[in-house]
């Protein structure tokens, strides 16, 4: 009976320092030999992704941006759930008018423009709080993603014609978080936090936790033989379609109320720990 474990990316199978420890890349190829599925389910895009697995050769299952794209272990796209065009281009405009940062995730790049880059700079030298650190690590998050392109302007993504499967904000000023989320929340889109001061827009048909779904119909796996790790609120989806919910100790107080047990941090090999409680010791 094989089991599938689905397991986030950032504060979850990533340490603090955003890489891959050899405990749990090690974990995730022993738990594959032992015949068990592995799919990393994150916001990031699977380009990106593929750049962190690289160096630790790993091969898994990927359900990339929220949802709205799964890719298989050789890296082929199946099961696709993109924003519809009207939609990105009306979100993307009001974004741009309103001086945001925005992100728009197609499945080759992410398109920033200049003017949005450097948004987020003059939004750090405003937004006068203890968090500047955590600013600035946010900041290098973003613009170090794998296929960063800058454009001049957005529309030349509109006209290039390709699939966005997301639109990223980031914005370190909370009362413009809450406004774009409320500005955006109305058009039976999905709406993600999966990290400090970002905002992730899917289609209303994507999200972790109808991929993950998708996936284990199409893997022939049951409900109870599904394993979830998470750290926050993006990652509720996916833990309420599973048999076994795991919480990462670094997790969200409600993330945690809502698992059966609570692993190490992201910094304590917490992945590795549940791959070993879980596959290899039964
Ligand atoms: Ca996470």
Not at 262 to 273: F, I, L, P, W
Request: hydrophobic fraction near 40%; include cysteine; charged fraction near 30%.
């Amino acid at each position: 009976m094989s089991k599938l474990v689905a397991i986030d990316l950032d504060g979850t199978f990533l340490n603090p320092h955003y890489t891959i420890s050899a405990l749990n890349a090690d974990a995730v190829k022993k738990a594959q030999q032992a015949g068990a599925e592995i799919v990393i389910a994150t916001g990031r895009a699977n380009f990106d992704v593929q750049r962190l697995f690289e160096d630790e050769q790993l091969s898994t299952w990927v359900i990339g941006a929220n949802g709205a794209a799964t890719y298989d272990p050789d890296g082929k796209l199946s099961l696709p759930s993109p924003l519809e065009t009207i939609y990105a281009k009306e979100i993307v405009t009001w974004l741009n008018d309103e001086n945001y940062y925005y992100e728009i995730v197609t499945a080759k790049e992410i398109f920033i423009t200049s003017k949005a880059k450097q948004v987020l700079q003059d939004e750090m030298d405003i937004v006068h709080q203890d968090g500047r650190s955590e600013m600035e690590r946010a900041r290098k998050r973003q613009l170090g993603q794998a296929n960063i392109k800058e454009i001049d302007d957005y529309i030349e993504v509109f006209q290039a014609g390709d699939e966005i499967f997301k639109i990223t904000i980031v914005s370190f000023d909370e009362e413009r978080r809450r406004s774009a989320a409320d500005t955006l929340s109305k058009k039976g889109l999905n709406l993600f936090s999966s990290a400090d001061f970002n905002l992730e827009i899917v289609s209303g048909k994507a999200s972790k936790g109808i991929a993950l779904k998708k996936l284990a119909k199409h893997l022939d796996v049951e409900k109870e033989d599904i394993i979830a790790i998470g750290d926050s609120m993006n990652d509720l989806p996916m833990l309420e379609v599973v048999g076994t919910k795991v919480a990462m100790g670094n997790a969200t107080e409600e993330v945690k109320q809502h698992c059966d047990y609570t692993t190490g941090t992201n910094e304590q090999d917490g992945v590795a720990r549940v791959i070993e409680k879980e596959i290899l010791q039964k």
